[in-house]
């Protein structure tokens, strides 16, 4: 059974890359800018080549142009009148953008997509609960029929537990000496929800009995409905070996089960059971006790 706090590997990686540039630009989106500006390629030859060439026409350059290099907001500039200064919340000079320097503007953005992020990470958490719940939910489904642990519990929904393939409980007894049944599951008006996420399951409005037994005794599985009673047996001379997984045979009956017993080998009465997954109330108090 899974702990509900436990991620899935890739999600894992996928929160922990989203967290490690979320959390500190959150905090103070200057850091992540000039750590990542650290990785910027420098100006390529051509354009260190062409600024040289400006330097070296010098005056003559100079004298053609009508505003200032230090203009703002391409003010011209007059003779013995200083630049006029940008204002303080202006934009990054292209100088500042190379080493990381943010504005007030890309700061408020960073911190935005930063909110951004922490939001799909904690979504991805969720989602990730929503699987335990699901895989959890099938493993405990097992288990009440009575599969044992092994290599069928990392993927419950798919290999622990799962629609029957082959046997549907039809025919007749003919062994001696046969094997009974443990325990059987109504259908009809409680629907158990793990049955949505199993492999090839029994649907709601076709099943009114379920009944679980390993994939070795599936096919010797034997149901027969009678007026006063309905009597299921495995039709083996052996006992079922242990198992780690459940094939879960659907029993339409021929007229509602009303007061009928339900019994196996020699009249005992077989054990009714009503496995589900966990509600989302004790999902979440699960979550705040450690999962």
Not at 101 to 108: A, D, F, M, N, S
Not at 121 to 139: K, Q, S
Not at 163 to 184: C, I, L, N
Request: proline share 8%; charged share 20%; glycine share 8%.
């Amino acid at each position: 059974m899974r702990n509900y706090w436990s991620l899935l590997p890739a999600i894992a990686v996928i929160v922990g890359l989203i967290l490690l540039y979320a959390i500190p630009t959150l905090i103070n989106p200057q850091w992540t800018s000039s750590i990542l500006a650290l990785f910027r390629q420098f100006p390529d030859a051509s354009l260190e080549l062409a600024e040289a060439s400006a330097k070296a026409a010098g005056p003559k350059a100079e004298s053609r142009q009508p505003v200032a290099v230090g203009a703002y907001a391409g003010q011209p500039q007059h003779a013995g009148v200083p630049p006029e200064q940008p204002p303080a919340d202006a934009e990054p000079t292209r100088a500042e953008q190379a080493a990381g320097v943010l504005g007030p503007q890309q700061i408020k953005s960073r911190r935005m997509l930063a909110i951004f992020m922490v939001c799909a990470a904690v979504a991805l958490i969720g989602f990730n609960v929503v699987l335990n719940r699901e895989a959890n939910g099938c493993y405990e489904a097992a288990k009440a029929w009575g599969a044992i642990d092994g290599k069928a519990d990392k993927d419950p929904c798919v290999n622990k537990i799962y629609g029957s393939f082959f046997g549907d409980g039809s025919g007749e007894a003919f062994e001696t000496k046969q094997q009974p049944v443990v325990a059987y599951q109504l259908v009809r008006g409680k629907k158990p929800t793990y049955l949505r996420w199993i492999q090839n399951a029994p649907k709601y409005d076709e099943s009114d009995l379920l009944i679980g037994t390993s994939m070795e005794c599936n096919l010797d599985l034997k149901v027969k409905e009678e007026a006063d009673r309905i009597s299921v047996l495995i039709d083996s001379d052996s006992p079922c070996p242990p198992s780690d997984d459940i094939s879960l045979t659907a029993v339409k009956l021929k007229k509602p089960l009303g007061d009928r017993e339900i019994v196996t080998v020699g009249d005992k009465p077989v054990k009714e059971i009503n496995p589900d997954v966990d509600s989302w109330p004790t999902v979440l108090k699960k979550l705040v006790t450690g999962g």
